[in-house]
């Protein structure tokens, strides 16, 4: 009987032992057990897949300032030198080719001089240089020509006699002797009474023209030449050429 007593006594004091232990805990794992020691280990599973750690980012940072750092001002230096080396190159061409014109035309004048004495209108100055010899030429043509069927290409009377080393007044009066200044042409575009030929255009007739007077006839209009290029009525031809070249 005193052995049951006991034993219920016990099993009493442990059960409130047991409950005061519950009260007492605050859910810390290390006063959590027998005599609230930290000797207690808790034990996590989990079926979750295990996730792997990202990793680090990569910093660009260094290859950006090595980027930054690097001289690429050579790499410039050579491209603006290749670019100033073909503009020389190029305007050397041009001062080299407008010479050339220069030249082409004294020498033209030259041997006019030399075979006739004298010229017959006013010298034109072709060492005035290209832009300024074809704008002042145009100018003077387009007056000239205005209201006719040439009207308007003075700029290729002008460059054509540039570029052939002729005076450039020539080739528009002879259109206004045989043509009234393409008025009346018994070819297409053909205003000079220029054998047969027929051109498509006008400019491609002005510089054809232009082209046969300078490998033809020479720097500008002379007696000899009118006899050449109309024998039928060359003393008209010469005098009223020779007028219509003073009007521009």
Request: proline share 4%; with cysteine; charged share 20%.
């Amino acid at each position: 009987m005193f052995a049951a007593v006991a034993c219920a006594s016990l099993v009493a004091a442990g059960c409130f032992g047991f409950g005061i232990a519950s009260a007492g805990n605050t859910g810390d794992a290390t006063t959590f057990g027998l005599g609230g020691t930290s000797d207690a280990v808790v034990l996590q599973v989990s079926d979750a897949p295990a996730v792997e750690a990202p990793a680090p980012a990569l910093d660009e940072n260094p290859a950006i300032e090595a980027t930054a750092q690097r001289d690429v001002s050579q790499g410039y230096q050579e491209i603006e030198a290749e670019e100033e080396a073909a503009r020389i190159a190029a305007e050397e061409a041009r001062v080299a080719r407008e010479k050339a014109c220069i030249q082409q035309a004294a020498d033209a004048k030259s041997a006019y001089l030399a075979k006739y004495g004298s010229l017959p209108v006013a010298n034109v100055d072709f060492s005035i240089g290209r832009e300024a010899f074809i704008a002042e030429w145009t100018a003077r043509i387009n007056k000239y020509l205005e209201g006719f069927p040439l009207a308007g290409h003075g700029e290729t009377f002008a460059t054509a006699a540039w570029e052939n080393g002729v005076d450039p007044r020539w080739s528009p009066a002879i259109s206004n002797t045989e043509s009234t200044r393409g008025s009346v042409c018994f070819s297409p575009y053909n205003a000079w009474g220029w054998g047969q030929s027929a051109w498509s255009d006008w400019d491609s007739a002005i510089r054809a023209h232009v082209k046969g007077l300078a490998t033809g006839y020479g720097y500008t209009i002379s007696y000899a030449n009118a006899m050449k290029y109309c024998p039928p009525n060359y003393d008209n031809w010469y005098r009223d050429t020779l007028n219509e070249m003073a009007k521009i």
